[in-house]
């Protein structure tokens, strides 16, 4: 079982992603990874082994307020860092973590291919994220409405974290077939999602379990 979290908030919020990937790790995993977003940068840690290890590789006093995180267990390619989540579009544009199978995820890539997109790593969930992208940078559209429409073609399970390195305000995340739950902090500025509960830290109290379908855009604007 892979393990996804994500934070956005007025906290540090690479210590509470890597926190919470340390609390998913009774999923079961090879590989773990965070990406984050610091001074307009999109910054990506990622590899083969244990959160511990990956710890040490990264900055835990970051300049940021958004990050995703992954636990990793293969199902599509090999335990490897080009395997590892999360995966980012070529121009560093989008990043995403995924849990789940997607079904279809063959004939998408092909489609895409044509279409002269380059895939580095052997995962589905690689090919759902430029999917979205496809449809975000070619359709005037904006990002909410781009995962709308993309998810129309998806066959299979997912749950999913998203993040636009232009827009450091905003999560966006879906789920259909793989748990997600959501995490609000009191003051309503601090959010957290995760595939379970158990990530979040004690003071979260209220928890929205995210049902099947749902696609929700966290912004703590303020």
Not at 5 to 16: P, Q, S
Not at 124 to 139: A, R
């Amino acid at each position: 079982m892979c393990g996804i979290i994500g934070y956005l908030g007025k906290e540090n919020a690479v210590f509470n992603t890597i926190i919470g990937m340390e609390k998913l790790e009774y999923r079961g995993y090879d590989s773990a990874g965070l990406c984050y977003i610091d001074n307009d940068i999109l910054h990506l840690v990622k590899q083969p082994g244990c959160v511990a290890d990956l710890m040490n590789k990264i900055d835990l006093n970051a300049n940021s307020e958004i990050c995703i995180g992954h636990t990793r267990w293969a199902t599509h390619g090999a335990a490897s860092k080009r395997n590892a989540h999360p995966h980012v579009t070529k121009d560093l544009r989008l990043a995403i973590v995924h849990n789940g199978i997607i079904e279809n995820s063959e004939s998408l890539k092909k489609e895409l291919i044509n279409k002269g997109y380059e895939f580095l790593s052997d995962t589905d969930t690689e090919v759902l994220l430029y999917l979205i992208y496809d449809y975000f940078m070619n359709n005037a559209i904006g990002l909410y409405d781009a995962v709308k429409v993309a998810l129309k073609r998806i066959v299979g399970a997912y749950a999913f974290i998203l993040m636009d390195k232009r827009n450091n305000n905003e999560l966006i995340c879906a789920k259909n077939g793989s748990p997600m739950v959501i995490g609000v902090q009191d003051n309503k500025i601090d959010y957290y999602i995760a595939s379970d509960a158990y990530a979040f830290p004690e003071e979260i109290k209220k928890i929205i379990y995210v049902k099947d379908g749902n696609v929700i855009r966290i912004n703590n604007k303020i």
